[in-house]
């Protein structure tokens, strides 16, 4: 089992900033990634970014150029840095660890509102 605590989310104004922190405990096999998706009402939740443990990142293309995740392995913790923030990037954020031993199976946190708005 896979625990996963989440930090960091509030509201902030247009243009502002916000760091998303997330923490692993539990069995975690030397092959996963981690990352964060985001939900909106009525919509399914996507992935923004994540990252294995070589350090090699996958991010959406909407937030390329403003958002960064990356991780810290010795306390099994990845962050998103959230910059240049927009009204659309309002959504539950959620952390995720996808473990493959040898199928994927997904654990989740408990999502971490993010709301911009002026």
């Known amino acids: 089992q896979v625990q996963l605590v989440e930090s960091g989310g509030g509201l902030v104004q247009p243009g502002g900033s916000l760091r998303l922190s997330c923490a692993a405990s539990?069995?975690?096999?030397?092959?996963?990634?981690m990352g964060w998706y985001r939900q909106t009402p009525g919509k399914q939740r996507e992935l923004v970014a994540d990252i294995n443990r070589g350090g090699s990142t996958n991010t959406a293309a909407s937030v390329k150029d403003r958002f960064t995740i990356s991780r810290d392995n010795a306390k099994n913790t990845v962050y998103l840095q959230m910059n240049s923030l927009k009204p659309e990037d309002t959504a539950v954020y959620y952390c995720?660890?996808?473990?493959?031993?040898?199928?994927?199976?997904?654990?989740w946190g408990q999502g971490t509102q993010v709301t911009v708005s002026s």
């Open positions: 539990g069995t975690i096999f030397r092959s996963h990634v």
């Open positions: 995720n660890v996808a473990i493959y031993a040898p199928a994927r199976r997904d654990y």
